[in-house]
Every structure is written in structure tokens, then in C-alpha cells.
């Protein structure tokens, strides 16, 4: 297998900017595709952005931000991910979307292009499976904000072959992150345990043991959380969390990770955290604050 060098992302989302970020920074040549123009454009300012923080407060300097912004190469074309050595998938958290992204790039790519899904809880087995190259198909799974996380769960599934594994854990060492190794279960090992403890959050809160504010600062002051679950919910994306419940529900028929009727009721309010300015908490003035709707 060639080693890796051209790098391929698909989605330039909260993830896929990260990742395309972190993947130029490490000197890889680096392709981010998205559906649209609009999409597009905002994930690249997102890299921008991130690496003018990273300008003023001198971890780089103006010409190497440039550098690695060259090194990154948008598109809303599928062509230019096929002579990519990786492609790592970071598009919306949906099965259906996936096969169909992955089936387009079997095509196009060359039979050495490992595959890569950044998967949150589907397994990578039920997307390996719909390409001709499950043996190439492994999960990169990055935590967010990607260029600050060090983590990256690296997934093989019963049919991913010990070099396909092993270029993964050094690509993802490549990018500065440290790679655990983990099996193909719904949720790997973080979301496994994480993503439980949020769903039990909102469910105190439906039973009223305590305020958003409380539960959050409890866990934050408690026990030296950086973010209190509701925080962190709405920085994940409520669309997002919603998505990985239904998901892990259906694989495990488990209460604890069925979705809460107040997840429900905020995602089909169009209430997606951060990213809509509207979550738990409402973004639109200096400090969040407890959003109206939650309350009511
Ligand atoms: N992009 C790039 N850099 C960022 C950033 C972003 N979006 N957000 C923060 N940073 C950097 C800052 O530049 C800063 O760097 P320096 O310390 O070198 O100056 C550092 O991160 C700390 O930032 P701040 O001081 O602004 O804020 P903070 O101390 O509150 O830290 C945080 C922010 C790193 C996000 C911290 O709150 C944290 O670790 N939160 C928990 C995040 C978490 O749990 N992530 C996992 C989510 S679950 C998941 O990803 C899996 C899934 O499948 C859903
Ligand atoms: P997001 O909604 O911010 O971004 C997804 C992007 O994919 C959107 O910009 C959308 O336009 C784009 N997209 C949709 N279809 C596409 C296609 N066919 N081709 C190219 N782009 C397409 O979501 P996100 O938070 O970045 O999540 C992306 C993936 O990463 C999901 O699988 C999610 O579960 C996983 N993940 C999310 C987090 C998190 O904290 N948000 C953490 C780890 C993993």
C-alpha cells in the first residue's frame, strides 16, 4: 500500500473543517468536498478563522496560516477526490447518506484508497459493506473541536486488513492525535459511555432534579468537566445528538440511549445548538443564557 500523502475529506461541517484543517497542517495535500457552494464557503472561513486564532496567539504565523490554507483545496465536485491515498467521510450522520457518498467514491477512486468513515454511531461494518474495498474501510473517529482534541478512535471491523489498520493509526498520529484502538460497536468506546451520561442530563431536567445551569455547573464544578452536558450538547449540534440516540437505540434497545422528548421537541423546533444560535441555551448575546424555549 503507498503511503499517504493526498488527502480527501467529505463534508466541511463542524468535522470535516477540522479534519481537512489538522490534515494541512501536518503537510498533507488536502481535498474537502461539499454539497454546495454556500456549504462550502462556510467551511472554509471555519479554517480560517481557526487558524487566525492560532495566528494571534502566536502558535503560527501569518505565512505558515497561508501555507496551510494552499494546501487546502475546496470543492462541490466528487472528481477531484479520486486520486486521493484517503478519504476520511464526515458528512451528516446518516446511514443512507453515507452509502451513497461512499458508493460514488468506490467508483472513483483507485483500489488503493483507504476509506474512512468519522462516524459518531453507525457501525463501519454496515457502510464498509456497501463498497467493493470493506478489506480498506476502516473508522477515523475524531473528537470535536477537532484541532484542539487529542483523540482519534481508530475502528477496524472483521474484514479491515492489518495494513489498512496500520496506515489509519499512523495517519492519525501523522495529524498530531493519539490514536486507541477500539471494535466495531455502535458508539466505539467514547460515545459508548458519553453519550448515556447527556441523554440522563435532559432527563433530570424533565424530572426537575435540577436547572440547566445547575446540572451544568454541577458537573463543571463537581467534577472538573471543561463543559457541563448542556453546553456540550449544543456544541455538538442537538441535530447531530438526536441522529447518534436513534442510532444506538435501534442497535441496542436500550432505555439509556433512547431519545429524551425534549431532544426530540428542540430538533424539530430547529433548535440545533451553537451552530443555530438557539440550544439549551440561547448564544445571541454576550454569555449564553437558558433559552425561552427550554423553559417554557
Ligand atoms: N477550534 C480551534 N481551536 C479552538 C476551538 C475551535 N473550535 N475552540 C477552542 N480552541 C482552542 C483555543 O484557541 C484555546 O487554545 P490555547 O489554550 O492554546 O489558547 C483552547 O482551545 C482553549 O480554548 P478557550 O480558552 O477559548 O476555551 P476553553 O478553555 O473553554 O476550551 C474547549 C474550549 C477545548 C472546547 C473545552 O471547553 C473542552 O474541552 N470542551 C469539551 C469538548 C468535548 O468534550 N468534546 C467532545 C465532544 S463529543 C465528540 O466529539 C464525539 C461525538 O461523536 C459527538
Ligand atoms: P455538520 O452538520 O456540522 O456537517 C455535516 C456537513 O456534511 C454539512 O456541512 C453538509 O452540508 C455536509 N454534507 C452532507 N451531504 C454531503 C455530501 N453528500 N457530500 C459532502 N458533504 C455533505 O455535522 P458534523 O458535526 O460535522 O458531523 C459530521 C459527522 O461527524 C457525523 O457523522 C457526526 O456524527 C460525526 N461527528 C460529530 C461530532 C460532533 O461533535 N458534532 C463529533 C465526532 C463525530
Redesign the pocket.
Known sequence: MASIEKVGVLGCGLMGSGIAQVSAQAGFDTVVREIDQDALDRGLAAIRK?LD?AVK?E?MTGDQRDEVLGRVHGTVDFGPLGDRDIVVEAVVEDLSVKEQVFGKLDELCGADTIFASNT?SLTITEMASVTERPDRFVGL?F???V???ALVEVVRTGFTSDETFEAAWAFAKSVGKQPIACRDNSGFI??RL?VPYMLDAIRAYEEGIGSIEGIDQGMRLGCGY??GPFI?GD??GLD?LYK?TEIMFDEYREKRFAPPPLLKRMVLAGHHGRKTGIGFYDYGGDEPVVSDFVKR
Request: glycine content about 0%; charged content about 15%.
Open positions: 481557526s486564532r496567539k502558535r459518531s473517529h473528537f470535536n473541536p484541532p484542539v482534541m467514547v460515545n458519553l471543561p463543559m456540550l456544541f455538538v447531530t447518534i
